[in-house]
């Protein structure tokens, strides 16, 4: 009886202490521990100037990804420039998918991401044309930074979009 006792509060202990989680019928449950870290991005983002209005849009899509849009608009109302941005978590990377209709012939371009702290991320595809760098950064003041750069008709260009969350 004792050894019944200790096998099943052993088992209990194992696990207990296990990292591993399941759901109702036995299956693994995955931990999406990366894409949650970019939790800071999600919401409605905006850069309002002279030029017009810059929007980023984000949203949880399921547990391993977030989708959302990008969008310039000018004069109040012609839109100039339309992206869907996808980040997804696949296995321990995130990967951050770029469409642009009219660009790379409609499909996604892939970035991953080389570097993630608390309030930064970098995404990178040495391939692409334009850019080659993503770069998200939340400032203090709880502004963002989103950051596009690489080499552009053989030099190094850069550009830098401030924005501030709205409702």
Same mark, same amino acid.
């Given at each position: $009886?004792? #050894?019944?006792?200790?096998?099943?509060?052993?088992?209990?202990?194992?696990?207990?202490?296990?990292?591993?989680?399941?759901?109702?019928?036995?299956?693994?449950?995955?931990?999406?521990?990366?894409?949650?870290?970019? !939790? &800071?991005?999600?919401?409605? &983002?905006?850069?309002?100037?002279?030029?017009?209005?810059?929007?980023?849009? &984000?949203?949880? !899509?399921?547990?391993?990804?977030?989708?959302?849009?990008?969008?310039?608009?000018?004069?109040?109302?012609?839109?100039?420039?339309?992206?869907?941005?996808?980040?997804?978590?696949?296995? !321990?990377?995130?990967?951050?998918?770029?469409?642009?209709?009219?660009?790379?012939?409609?499909?996604?371009? =892939?970035?991953?991401?080389?570097?993630?702290?608390?309030?930064? $991320?970098?995404?990178?595809? =040495?391939?692409?044309?334009? =850019?080659? #760098?993503?770069?998200?950064?939340?400032?203090?003041?709880?502004?963002?930074?989103?950051?596009?750069?690489?080499?552009?008709?053989? #030099?190094?260009?850069? !550009?830098?979009? =401030?924005?501030?969350?709205?409702?």
């Amino acid at each position: $009886m004792k #050894k019944i006792v200790f096998l099943v509060v052993a088992s209990a202990l194992v696990i207990g202490v296990s990292c591993k989680k399941y759901d109702a019928k036995g299956n693994l449950l995955k931990d999406y521990d990366q894409v949650k870290k970019a !939790e &800071w991005l999600l919401g409605n &983002w905006e850069k309002k100037d002279s030029m017009g209005i810059l929007t980023e849009h &984000w949203e949880v !899509e399921d547990d391993s990804s977030y989708v959302g849009q990008s969008y310039f608009i000018i004069n109040s109302k012609d839109t100039v420039h339309n992206e869907n941005i996808e980040l997804v978590q696949d296995g !321990e990377h995130l990967i951050y998918f770029a469409t642009v209709k009219g660009e790379n012939n409609d499909e996604a371009v =892939p970035f991953q991401m080389t570097k993630q702290e608390d309030s930064l $991320m970098i995404f990178e595809n =040495p391939k692409h044309d334009y =850019p080659q #760098k993503i770069e998200y950064k939340l400032q203090k003041n709880g502004s963002l930074i989103a950051t596009i750069s690489g080499k552009q008709r053989g #030099k190094i260009s850069s !550009e830098s979009y =401030p924005m501030r969350k709205v409702n």
